[in-house]
T-cell receptor, first 113, second 110 residues
């Protein structure tokens, strides 16, 4: 089982460039999430999608946009990348809320120079 | 979201039990207690969760205090592969969000 798949795994951007991180899950989960993790820190929630067709802001949404393309896919877009967005990005999914387990992808390492 | 407090780091010897504490004095009645761990250069993985009663699974046990203001993750026999950052997280019954704190870094000595 692939689980949660993120692409690309590594990316270097110049300040001001745009890019989209892709995420897909094959577990028929309703909810999907995007987190970022800065060095030595815990994960912070950027955006989440409780179900297909809905998206909501998390703790640190500024500078990002998301699209829940269908039930399987949830993309994260950086419109104008800044050095402060250098981080590891994790996509995750879950069947629903509260007691449901959240499954994470392997991460996307993004450097903005 | 209710907060959790964990020690920054702990050490253990291989094949010995490990007790990882977590304080959550402001927990509400509908908050589930979740534990995730993150191995180096990987995404977090689920360990265990509970609401009121102690829980066991193949990875670990979760002991929840009677007043629910604290909990302990128990690894019965630590292995080198258990070296990771362990996150104790409260998740409301109606919430989709999993809010991470800074976690406890567990070092396992051979």
């Amino acid at each position: 089982n692939a689980g949660v798949t993120q692409t690309p795994k590594f990316q270097v951007l110049k300040t001001g460039q745009s890019m989209t991180l892709q995420c897909a899950q094959d577990m028929n989960h309703n909810s999907m999430y995007w987190y970022r993790q800065d060095p030595g820190m815990g994960l912070r929630l950027i955006y989440y999608s409780a179900s297909e067709g809905t998206t909501d802001k998390g703790e640190v949404p500024n500078g990002y946009n998301v699209s829940r393309l269908n039930k399987r896919e949830f993309s994260l877009r950086l419109e104008s990348a800044a050095p402060s967005q250098t981080s590891v990005y994790f996509c995750a999914s879950s069947r629903g809320y509260s007691g449901n387990t959240i499954y994470f992808g392997e991460g996307s390492w993004l450097t903005v120079v | 979201d209710a907060k959790t407090t964990q020690p920054n780091s702990m050490e253990s010897n291989e094949e010995e039990p490990v007790h990882l504490p977590c304080n959550h004095s402001t927990i509400s009645g509908t908050d589930y207690i979740h534990w995730y761990r993150q191995l180096p250069s990987q995404g977090p993985e689920y360990v265990i969760h509970g609401l009121t009663s102690n829980v066991n699974n193949r990875m670990a046990s979760l002991a929840i205090a009677e007043d629910r203001k604290s909990s302990t993750l128990i690894l019965h026999r630590a292995t080198l592969r258990d070296a990771a950052v362990y996150y104790c997280i409260l998740r409301d019954d109606s919430s989709y969000k999993l809010i991470f704190g800074s976690g406890t870094r567990l070092l396992v000595r051979p």
